[in-house]
């Protein structure tokens, strides 16, 4: 048998939730995390669009970066990222790449600078589930003896997204409705307080929220028992961050890639850019002149017929040109939508390639991201 | 006179005057969640049992259709080629994939009755 284990598998704070709502479980970065629910992707992933969807993203790693106060620690996070995190106000959230000596992206993560003075030199930091232990070890060997890595202990995450999230949060908490995107701050939802981020990965408006673990079903339901409100599995999450154009750690990024191939430029502050101070910076300054040799593009399929996750692109004679990194169907684009790296020669709009779909090229066309246009409240 | 039997791999067989419809069960269509995509094989191919005859594809994955029986396509379903949701909603009728004339009516016999894929499903 070699059907994964499911006694190893870790649970979020909400599994039993999860379960109750008729959750399909599958085994997700070691946890055991819905993957759809009765609902179908299809419904959910519509339903996030048009109202809002709730996510379960507890798998996520959450965790403080703690020094004397915050300039010591966005000096400590400039050490192994390209971001300007001196500039970050407070209360405002970035996102930013962890990057290696030869500029490799050992993962994407989110820093929110705390709103409030009296938590001077906390930043919290969201990183990838598949990546915790990876990034807790990279970056405790790049921090100075004065900043420390603490993991936020007992805590879920959850997200809501779409049009009618700021709606549904402005009944609960009306800190929350005034919050502009990539904006945070610490506010009650019934009682409990609660870490509220105006953020999110479906290009959608909406809210990220950490709470307590022992009251986060409570809040959960609280939240679903708003009539604009299904519950979403990890299914429509990826798709509608496919149709927002966002990167997936471990599909479009990874420790091969550059931020210049993937088309993340804009995380490298301008600060940063004149210093060339980073990791890789040698590299990655050298793909800004030059041009990387390959790079991420949206990709449209002439017909119906989706191109999954490792399909080959090829030019008009059959030579491999590039490969798919993400693709699938999207459900609010009504049709076949993919992602992948070509060599740079082909990566302008509109560039005639194929896909080797099943043995058989098929047409289609590189494609500006994203797929839908991102509806964030700025 | 007809008769539906079944694979391990989740299709049927529907056999009138050597004609098989052939489509996926209704445990197959809800495992699968919605079909986005179905890609159907051309009238004049000849299949082999267990060999692979279509693709049906959800929002998550793409998944193989063998044909239960050798056999000559006659016809595929335009219907779900137009309307994938279809596959979901009446897998076991309006949601058919293909049409073939059946060379082998012996190996019919060999597939599961409806009692006995019940008796299947109840083992997964």
């Known amino acids: 048998m070699n059907a994964p284990d499911t006694e190893t598998l870790r649970r979020t704070p909400l599994h039993a939730l999860h379960l109750e709502l008729g959750g399909k479980m599958v085994p997700f970065a070691g946890y055991d995390m819905p993957v759809q629910y009765p609902t179908g992707i299809l419904k959910e992933h519509l339903h996030t669009r048009e109202q809002a969807g709730l996510f379960d993203v507890s798998h996520m790693g959450q965790r403080f970066l703690v020094g004397i106060d915050d300039a010591a620690v966005a000096r400590a996070l400039e050490a192994f990222t390209p971001g300007d995190f001196q500039s970050l106000g407070r209360g405002r959230i970035r996102y930013s790449l962890l990057l290696n000596e030869s500029g490799g992206i050992v993962d994407d993560f989110m820093t929110t600078r705390s709103h409030d003075p009296d938590e001077d030199g906390r930043f919290f930091l969201v990183v990838n589930a598949g990546r915790k232990a990876v990034d807790d070890v990279f970056i405790r060997e790049r921090l100075p003896s004065n900043v420390t890595l603490e993991k936020a202990v007992d805590r879920a995450l959850i997200a809501l997204q779409g049009p009618m999230a700021e709606t549904v949060m402005a009944r609960h908490c009306p800190p929350a409705a005034a919050l502009s995107f990539m904006s945070a701050t610490v506010a009650d939802i019934d009682g409990v307080s609660c870490r509220i981020s105006r953020s999110g990965y479906t290009g959608e408006d909406g809210y990220e929220i950490s709470i307590p673990a022992s009251d986060a079903e409570r809040i959960t339901r609280l939240l679903l028992a708003e009539k604009e409100v299904l519950p979403i599995g990890l299914g429509a999450r990826d798709s509608l961050r496919l149709e927002a154009g966002l990167s997936l750690y471990g599909h479009e990024i990874d420790e091969g890639t550059s931020p210049v191939e993937a088309d993340l430029t804009w995380v490298i502050g301008k600060r940063r850019k004149m210093e060339r101070n980073f990791p890789g910076a040698t590299r990655i300054m050298d793909e800004l002149l030059s041009g990387p040799s390959r790079k991420r593009v949206g990709i449209l399929p002439d017909g119906k017929a989706p191109a999954r996750e490792g399909t080959e692109i090829v030019n008009g004679n059959g030579q491999r040109i590039g490969i798919v990194t993400s693709g699938g169907f999207g459900p609010s684009a009504g049709g076949p939508i993919a992602m992948g790296y070509v060599e740079s020669a082909f990566a302008q709009d509109g560039s005639e390639i194929a896909l080797m779909v099943r043995g058989t090229p098929r047409a289609a066309k590189v494609v500006p991201l994203p797929f839908i246009a991102h509806r964030y409240k700025r | ?124």
């Not at chain 2, 693709?55 to 239960?68: G, L, N, W």
């Not at chain 2, 897998?91 to 016999?109: I, K, Q, T």
């Open chain 2, 1 to 124: 006179m007809s008769e539906i039997r079944f694979t391990d791999q989740h299709e049927w067989v529907r056999v009138e005057n050597g004609v098989g419809t052939v489509g996926i069960t209704k445990y197959a269509a809800d495992s699968l969640g919605d079909v986005v995509y179905v890609e159907l094989p051309s009238a004049g191919k000849k299949l082999n049992p267990g060999g692979e005859a279509a693709v049906v594809e959800s929002v998550k994955a793409a998944s193989e259709v063998y044909s239960p029986v050798a056999g000559e396509v006659i016809e595929a379903n335009q219907v779900i080629a137009d309307e994938p949701a279809q596959v979901n909603a009446d897998p076991e009728g309006e949601g058919w994939f293909f049409r073939l004339r059946v060379s082998d009516m012996g190996a019919l016999s060999k597939l599961m009755t409806n009692d006995q894929y019940k008796e299947f499903l109840k083992g997964l």
